[in-house]
């Protein structure tokens, strides 16, 4: 797995892609095949061969964190969010084989190269009317029905709480680069990116205003929505979905959906806190863990892409009061010389920063160093049971809870694509 160089505990020596050509062999490569980068004389004819140019790009996350938390403290707070997603090992964007099987019959050497280069292909691409301008976001879109958004107010979506676009335009030659280098192998990091945000491919939304939200949001991506990775459609709304030109079908778009179930799974800290490896949740316990991802293509939304991602019980840490930290003190720092340990560190930690949260992976827990899970509405934090097999109470409307005066536990989960 590549690591990229980030702001983490754990740094890995980004890969820099090397330069050189893409080189194509072509039969009849006589002296007049090489007049001109694109076959045929006329603007009308390079214009209809654009035309029908495929769409170039193919994208996924490879990883997904959930935090259950919400409320006042956690509102606005740095660190916190609802879902954040990426790509840092075997994701990212990649050019389509068949983008690149189309480009090479319509592509010819520019005299006196005798080779295609990268650079023929970017500026191809970028003139394409079913590539210009996309851009990636990330969203909770309706299962079926994928240029329908989840808003928080019901209202229009608004950018960084409905949705957010990452990195910058596909065809910015700076994006494009490593894609188109890699030679359909997937880029994660975009070193030529303008601001060290736009370097990474990951984005975050955010449905934490309160505790009945986030229990509404969890039942909604359960029953009927998706978290969505989309392109920009071409100059319209900010957050409609790109879809196929001619397309009439409206389960269809660019993209993948990955629909995410969640339950009252048992996390290791209660495992450690009652010494009881068999132990499970009291009944009432939320459904706020992540358990499962099924990755589908928008393309084709009745097919499953075949992308198995895992959520292991290893990787759902309880979120703890900064009052209570002490239960959750700091691992030694020789465990920094075992391999499993650094590599599980690495991957909350492509989330979970080391300025914002304070974490145990031997105990498997978190303390966010602003901001708090579990403030009421009076600004008060209220006592917590990180023990899931004892009673607590969750407090929303309707849902069935015990008459103790215990906060139910929230929860980091961490899902990942194999």
Known sequence: MRT??????????????????????????????????????????????????????????????????????????????????????????AMRPEFLTYAKSKLKPVYPATDITVEQLKSFVAGTPENSEAT????????GAPTSMLTASGAVPAVGLDFTNLMSDLTDDRIMEPIFRGLGAYANYFPLAVTSAQKLMEASINYNKDIGMAYSVRNELVNSRMLSLTYTAFRASAYAARVPAGNTDPTVAYGKGYFLNFAADV????????????????????????????????????????????????????????????ACPADSFDRLADAAYRAELEVIRRHLRPDQWDISVDRRCVVPKSGSCYMNNAGTEETVEYNQVNQCYYGVSGVPTRNVTNRCAEYISICNRN
């Open 267 to 326: 996390a290791p800290y209660t495992i450690l806190a009652s010494g009881n490896a068999a132990a499970q949740p009291e009944i009432y316990n939320p459904n706020n863990t992540l358990v499962s991802v099924q990755e589908i293509n928008l393309e084709n939304p009745a097919a499953a892409t075949g992308a198995a991602w895992i959520c292991p019980q290893s990787r759902r840490y309880v979120i703890m009061r900064t009052q209570d930290a002490a």
């Open 136 to 143: 990636l976001q990330m969203s909770i879109r309706t299962r």
């Open 4 to 93: 990229v160089a980030r702001n983490y505990i754990l740094k890995g020596t980004g890969a820099l892609l090397g330069a050189g050509m893409l080189v194509f062999a072509f039969q009849n490569c006589g002296k007049a095949g090489f007049d001109q980068a694109v076959e045929g004389s006329s603007v009308g004819t390079v214009d209809a061969k654009s035309s029908a140019a495929p769409f170039a790009y193919d994208a996924t996350f490879d990883q997904i964190t959930y935090n259950s938390c919400s409320g006042t403290g956690a509102t606005n707070k740095p660190g916190f969010f609802t879902i954040k997603a990426g790509a840092y090992a075997n994701g990212g964007v």
